[in-house]
């Protein structure tokens, strides 16, 4: 009874550690201030409005594409929105059975409501997620930490 015990204990522990360690190979580690504004094309301080979303599948993952609003208070880098700029990010869940394969997971940080962020861009040109970012224009949040709380 004891050595089943043993077996059953030494089991567990094997899994969860070969759990852990294949759930941390799937995170990409986040950009350091400098990486943030290289890969930025522009950023910005500014207050979130509102966040809008919806939810989409793509293959065995669930996408829950978001906007924020947010009202410019201060333009560090780039040229273009002075008074309001919308910015994508999104949330990525796993829904097929067993692991989670091996890749990125939501963003880091995700902005509030109400709260002042700075925000790390990429317009048209890549955004640490695709290989050759969004080329419609519009502001996605550098992956996956291109979101930075600012202290008020």
């Not at 394969?101 to 902005?111: C, L, V």
Request: glycine residues 12%; positive net charge.
């Amino acid at each position: 009874m004891k050595l089943l015990t043993r077996k059953t204990t030494l089991l567990s522990v094997l899994l969860t550690g070969l759990f852990l360690c294949h759930k941390a190979q799937a995170e990409k580690a986040p950009y350091t201030k400098k990486q943030l504004e290289k890969v930025a094309t522009h950023v910005v301080v500014g207050k979130v409005q509102a966040i809008y979303s919806f939810t989409e599948r793509e293959g065995k993952y669930e996408y829950i594409r978001k906007v924020a609003e947010v009202q410019v208070e201060e333009l560090e880098k780039g040229k273009g929105p002075e008074r309001l700029v919308y910015v994508r990010y999104f949330d990525r869940d796993w829904k097929g059975f067993g692991l989670v394969p091996a890749g990125g997971g939501s963003y880091g940080s995700q902005p509030q409501k109400g709260n002042t962020y700075r925000f790390y861009l990429a317009c048209d040109s890549y955004d640490g997620w695709s290989k050759e970012g969004a080329q419609d224009g519009g502001y996605n949040v550098v992956y996956a930490n291109g979101v930075q709380p600012v202290e008020e």
